[in-house]
């Protein structure tokens, strides 16, 4: 685990000293609340079916640009060449990349959410906490999916486009729909109904953390 937190470390230590992602992200994030909030009508806003929605438009927009920097910046630097010669496995690379860059991740979420409770009427009551769960569970996922997806295009032409392309159908399919599922189970199901869909999340995150180790070991 040692070489997994050093990597961690080096990745949270690299975007701090410059603070572009962070920055870049966070204002992509705030436009497009902004934005959301002075389109809406008040009716709009009040219905809970909406909230699932803004929050994860923003955290696929905002984390996406978060992501694609780290990425960029690892390749123009020659990160990701200079770890592979260290005499560590493949897997603890990618173990620690998914550590780093869902650490920011983190910190992103928390912000997107900040700024919608700030923005929006809260329509999740005193359960906002199981919904900055479900949207925090599903952020490892798409944090996970993007590393490997990054990491198997990163010798191609347009590495990063690729990954977009590649990576949100197959989030939106699995953790983001799950995660939308939970926090609308807040307001019309019933607590167990909410702990299934949680469940569904964390196989999911389990599975590709499980797929990214198996993959980073065959990958070149």
């Not at 909030?37 to 803004?54: K, V």
């Not at 640009?65 to 260290?86: C, P, Q, V, Y």
């Not at 493949?90 to 928390?110: C, P």
């Not at 019309?188 to 993959?215: C, E, K, P, Q, R």
Request: glycine fraction near 6%; hydrophobic fraction near 55%.
């Amino acid at each position: 685990m040692k070489p997994a937190a050093a990597i961690f470390l080096n990745e949270i230590k690299i975007e701090l000293r410059s603070l572009q992602g962070l920055v870049a992200s966070g204002m992509i994030s705030l436009v497009l609340l902004f934005a959301l909030r002075f389109t809406l009508s008040s009716e709009d806003i009040d219905q809970a079916q909406l909230a699932p929605g803004i929050l994860w438009s923003a955290v696929i927009f905002s984390g996406m640009s978060l992501l694609s920097n780290t990425s960029i910046k690892a390749n123009e630097r020659g990160t990701i060449d200079f770890m592979r010669m260290i005499p560590v496995s493949k897997s603890t690379i990618f173990f620690g990349k998914v550590l780093g860059n869902s650490f920011l991740l983190l910190i992103e979420v928390l912000l997107i959410f900040i700024l919608y409770s700030l923005l929006f009427t809260n329509p999740f009551g005193t359960d906002w906490d199981k919904a900055l769960l479900a949207l925090i569970l599903g952020s490892l996922g798409m944090s996970i999916v993007t590393t490997i997806v990054s990491q198997l295009a990163s010798k191609i032409p347009g590495a990063w486009m690729a990954t977009i392309l590649i990576t949100i159908p197959i989030l939106l399919f699995t953790v983001i729909e799950a995660s939308v599922r939970a926090m609308a189970t807040l307001s019309n199901s019933t607590l167990d109904d909410y702990n299934n869909v949680i469940m569904f999340i964390l196989l999911y995150n389990f599975s590709f953390l499980a797929a990214g180790i198996w993959i980073s070991e065959f990958s070149d």
